[in-house]
């Protein structure tokens, strides 16, 4: 019998330029970046989402964006962790690192970056998501009980926030 899997996609809020010469594994979030991961984070928590798991691309952007969410969400930190893989990832990577999750776990938010991210959304999606944007989440809901049995057609709700929707 099948159950159901959901699946967060979170792009990391917006990016700081403000220091050059600093790799872009390191770049950190802007003010405004931060004030949108507390703001997504509590529309989440107001709709009831919580994701059981938190994996994060080790990006400074995409980790701190992650940890926001954490604690705004009160998901413990030792259900946060870090995958290199999803930084400059892929759409294989990103995936097999969905199925590779415990199917114990009912729900999982990843956090990275475009475009990977959205293309690996549109994978699940008859209605193409054109961008992500920065601190959009999509949330997928699937009828299955194994993640890496996630596909389109056993999609069965789907819901796109970000920041600037509906303002």
């Known amino acids: ?3 159901e899997k959901i699946l967060y996609i979170g792009r990391h809020a917006k990016s700081s330029w403000d ?3 600093r790799s872009d594994i390191d770049r950190p979030l802007a003010e405004r970046g931060i004030g949108n991961a507390y703001d997504m984070a509590q529309r989440m928590k ?15 952007r ?3 964006t992650a940890i926001i969410f954490a604690r705004e969400l009160k998901i413990p930190f030792s259900y946060l962790s870090v995958n290199e893989d999803l930084y400059m990832a892929g759409e294989d ?7 590779g999750t415990d199917d114990n776990v009912p729900s999982v938010m ?5 475009p ?4 690996f959304a549109n994978n699940f999606l008859n209605d193409q998501i054109y961008n992500i944007p920065t601190c959009g989440v999509v949330r997928l809901t699937f009828n299955v009980s ?12 789907h819901f796109f926030d970000f920041p600037k929707k509906n303002k």
């Open 146 to 157: 194994r993640w890496e049995n996630i596909h389109r057609g056993k999609l069965v709700d």
């Open 93 to 99: 990577s990103i995936f097999h690192i969905i199925a």
């Open 46 to 60: 107001k709709r009831g989402d919580k994701p059981r798991l938190i994996i994060s691309s080790p990006a400074n």
């Open 62 to 64: 995409a980790l701190h």
């Open 110 to 114: 990843i956090f990275g970056h475009n």
């Open 19 to 21: 220091f050059p010469g």
């Open 116 to 119: 990977d991210f959205t293309c």
């Open 1 to 3: 019998m099948a159950s």
